[in-house]
């Protein structure tokens, strides 16, 4: 089984409009981190937003937010006011055995593309 | 800032080549990893490390080994490379404990 979904290979959105980007991930450990990070064309990989299983509010940084439904195992970004430089791959990516060490190893999905659209 | 650079942005190398990709971060961090990015399949760990000479198989080692003399260095080695080998290779570091990893920019290698 994938450990990290990502079911929409490619989204469309409106300048100034917010979009929402999926993500279900599977694991047995009760501590994870589950992270998104963005893609330029230019190929590299920019860290976005951090959430811990642990942690019980959702996420937020600038107009990134993480909508954390634990019990269905959905870790969905939360794009609002897009803006054409958000157009750019998008991954969901997880870290299982926080407790356990395990040199910090993510997971990734197979992400999606955004295109932001005047 | 944290920067992690790689040797090349661009390689091409002829099947059967031995080729080397280097990484070197210059924040002191104990982690560094290697991925190998396709379309439709998102990154794939290939080989990651926690210490100097320490190294651990990720999910895909096979037609791969890794190097780690000094902290700061982490380079992928393709023994042989064959044309399944072409492909987008990024090198990331990360400190101990909870954090995100810093990419490098990343290394276009074709095989042909």
């Known amino acids: 089984a994938q450990k990290i979904t990502q079911t929409q290979p490619g989204m469309f959105v409106q300048e100034k409009e917010a979009v929402t980007l999926d993500c279900t991930y599977d694991?047995?450990?009760?501590?994870?981190?589950l992270f998104w990070y963005k893609q330029p064309s230019s190929g590299e990989m920019i860290f976005l937003i951090y959430q811990g299983s642990y942690d019980e509010q959702n996420a937020t940084e600038g107009r990134y937010s993480l909508n954390f439904q634990k019990a269905r195992k959905s870790a969905n970004l939360v794009i609002s006011a897009s803006q054409l430089g958000d157009s750019a791959m998008y991954f969901c990516a997880m870290r299982e055995g926080l407790l356990t060490g395990g040199g910090n190893k993510l997971t990734f999905g197979t992400g999606t593309q955004l295109k932001v659209e005047l | 800032d944290v920067k992690v650079t790689q040797s090349s942005r661009y390689l091409v190398k002829r099947t059967g080549e031995k080729v080397f990709l280097e990484c070197v971060q210059d924040m002191d961090h104990e982690n560094m990893f290697w991925y190998r990015q396709d379309p439709g399949l998102g990154l794939r760990l290939i080989y990651f490390s926690y210490d100097v000479k320490m190294k651990e198989k990720g999910d895909i080692p096979e037609g791969y080994s890794v190097s780690r003399e000094k902290k700061e260095r982490f380079s992928l080695i393709l023994e042989s490379a064959s044309t399944n080998q072409t492909s987008m290779y990024l090198c990331a570091s990360s400190p101990p404990g909870l954090s995100e990893q810093y990419f490098g920019p990343g290394t276009r290698l074709t095989v042909t």
């Open positions: 694991t047995s450990d009760q501590s994870y981190g």
